[in-house]
């Protein structure tokens, strides 16, 4: 345990955690890239590096991601990983009132404290974790899909209609891909569609086009105003 207390203060595994960190905020703000996808271009690089530095970059790379995914977020609307779909939500509007670095503000500091809160729980509970996990079977995966059903109700507030309309349409789109092997669903023959639709995609397709067609919709009524004030 000393030895590798000892190896988290070396400069080679400083150095993983600052490039670490900083590539995952990259893959994290980009639109496309999720904090997974990021940790496995990474794989190739830590197979030459030592076991502890190899840790440290991939978990700094996955954490980093996840909240660098809060700036495309906030800014643009468009989430850059799935776990920052809610912070589009409040953050964006905060943007459009000229308080984005405000917003970026509060979601650094609490991805902060959640990111150190979290880390130590997961150091003191993980063994026990890793035996209630292995008890999950059939039952308890279909409840644990129950209370995110149940969870809609909560974040519609007043507009229940919608967000069980919305969790419909969801459970649509994660009915898409294979079922059985060798048998799709909803694939319409497509081979494209025979892993699902990822969720990524999903999520860009959610926020960023309607975004876009938000903006161009202000850009064109716009254009008769101008040309009315000319003439």
Not at 1 to 10: D, G, N, P, R, S
Not at 127 to 132: A, F
Not at 134 to 144: H, K, Q, V
Request: aromatic letters at 8%; hydrophobic letters at 50%; one cysteine or more.
């Amino acid at each position: 345990m000393q030895v590798v207390i000892a190896q988290l203060f070396t400069v080679q595994t400083l150095i993983a955690l600052v490039l670490g960190t900083f590539g995952g905020l990259v893959v994290g703000a980009l639109p496309g890239l999720s904090a997974t996808m990021g940790m496995s271009l990474l794989i190739p690089i830590t197979y030459s590096m030592d076991t502890v530095p190899a840790m440290v970059m991939l978990a700094a790379v996955y954490c980093s991601a996840v909240y660098g995914g809060s700036f495309s977020a906030i800014l643009i609307h468009t989430p850059g990983t799935p776990a920052s779909a809610a912070t589009a939500i409040d953050g964006y509007v905060l943007t459009q009132k000229g308080k984005g670095l405000q917003a970026l503000g509060t979601s650094t500091t609490a991805s902060m404290i959640g990111g150190f809160i979290s880390g130590v729980i997961l150091l003191l509970v993980a063994p026990q974790l890793v035996k209630v996990a292995l008890w999950f079977s059939a039952p308890e995966y279909f409840l644990i899909a129950v209370f995110g059903l149940t969870i809609v109700g909560g974040l519609s507030g007043k507009n229940l209609f919608k967000g069980l309309v919305s969790a419909g349409f969801g459970l649509i789109v994660g009915m898409v891909g294979m079922n059985i092997f060798p048998y799709a669903r909803y694939s319409f023959g497509s081979l494209n569609l025979s892993g699902g639709i990822q969720m990524v995609p999903a999520m860009i397709g959610l926020f960023s086009l309607p975004q876009v067609l938000t903006l161009a919709e202000k850009r064109v009524t716009a254009k008769p105003k101008k040309n009315a004030k000319q003439t």
